[in-house]
């Protein structure tokens, strides 16, 4: 016999969620050519800028070198076209040649300093492409497989992929609410239903595919703000310390989000909860000793004690053990306290007098007229 007592409870929403590294970043090739070489070993954790792959750089660095002959004959070219100008300028002045002559040896120097400018952006950009024969890491974290090996050609125009890497340390959990919870979670938080007093950084803990806790507790960082039209759900993510590399992307997890307290809750075992396809009560035990069913409303099961939403009330004696002895309207005669308050291990009560109260329980259930 349990007698039910409200006490405060935390809200605890248990979802089944995926590990998502913070950063992904994929490397692929910029300039086409060969693999010459991989600088990294796969597996391996990186530094951002270390490098990772050596592309063949001969055919860039000729037409580097072909760019950089261009810019000193395009130089020459506005340098004499610059002593031309000048030249001319004094000419003008004396009227020993044509106004015409001198705006066309302007208009040869400016267009001999716009091919300077074009060569030197040219430069540039055969500079930039020969540095992308050397593929560096753009973030740090594990460095996956090679996608590709020595001898391998790579393609800027298909943008081959080289390899991925991911960062472990911190992680994300990702997983969805249903818009219905939310919205009955919103409604609980705005009656005082529940109380939440931070939600700035709301507690949330894991559960391992193998059952057993993950050691280090995480946060609720992010909370979409629109609704999935396919599923129903609002998409929710939570970040973890990921020290040891326990948590790997794609992995399945339980999440449990600590959202609130709820002050004036009720937990009965579960075994004392009878469960239908569209109801669940329990059998209460009246102050005539009759036992009576009633119907509850259930949340969510913790520990192996269901929280009770609505339909006890405080002091009422709920029949744990031996309900398939009983029927609602039997009388109930207790033969000693084996009554325990909510909260109190019931199972640890007197099994030798539980078991006498329980048979005379049911005794007096069948001889009630």
């Known amino acids: ?38 600088l990294y070993e796969e597996g391996s954790d990186v530094q951002a800028g270390q490098k ?39 000419l003008v002045e004396d009227q020993a040649i044509s106004k015409q002559e001198y705006d066309a040896a302007l208009a040869r120097l400016r ?10 952006a040219q430069l540039e950009s055969a500079r930039l492409s020969l540095s992308y024969t050397v593929v560096t890491a753009p973030i740090a974290g594990r460095a996956g497989r090679a996608q590709v090996t020595e001898g391998a050609l790579v393609s800027a125009a298909e943008a081959t992929l080289l390899t991925t890497i991911e960062q472990l340390d911190p992680i994300y959990i990702n ?27 709301v507690p949330v803990t894991l559960q391992l595919e193998d059952g057993s806790p993950y050691p280090h507790p995480g946060h609720l960082d992010f909370l979409d703000l629109s609704i999935d039209e396919a599923t129903g759900t609002v998409a929710a993510r939570a970040e973890f310390p990921n020290p040891n590399r326990v948590l790997l992307p794609g992995q399945f997890v339980r999440a449990r989000i600590e959202a609130g307290v709820r002050p004036n809750a009720f937990m009965i075992p579960q075994r004392a909860v009878l469960l239908t396809a569209s109801s669940a009560s ?14 509850v409303e259930l949340g969510p099961l913790q520990g192996g004690q269901w929280l009770v939403l609505g339909g006890l009330r405080a002091g009422d004696r709920v029949i744990v053990d031996g309900l398939q002895k009983v029927q609602p309207g039997a009388t109930v005669r207790i033969a000693c306290a084996a ?28 001889q009630a007229p």
Request: no cysteine; proline share 3%.
């Open 282 to 295: 329990v059998l209460i035990v009246d102050q005539q000793n009759v036992a009576a069913a009633r119907e």
């Open 111 to 120: 267009t001999a300093q716009a091919d300077v400018a074009q060569t030197r």
């Open 52 to 90: 990772l792959f050596l592309i063949d750089p001969r055919e860039l660095r000729a037409n580097l070198s072909a760019v950089e002959a261009a810019l000193v004959r395009a130089e020459a070219t506005a340098a004499n076209a610059a002593q031309d100008v000048e030249r001319y300028k004094g």
């Open 175 to 201: 997983f969805s609410q249903s818009s219905s919870e939310l919205m009955s979670l919103r409604r609980e938080v705005a009656t005082g239903v529940l109380q939440t007093p931070e939600l700035t950084r």
């Open 339 to 366: 009554e325990k308050s909510e909260g109190a291990p019931a199972a640890q009560a007197d099994d030798s007098d539980a078991a006498d109260a329980r048979g005379q329980g049911a005794d007096d259930a069948q």
């Open 1 to 38: 016999m349990l007698v039910a007592q409200p006490r405060s409870i935390e809200n605890v929403i248990e979802a089944p969620g995926r590990v998502q590294a913070v950063r992904r970043a994929e490397v692929r090739a910029r300039v086409d050519g060969i693999v010459q070489r991989r």
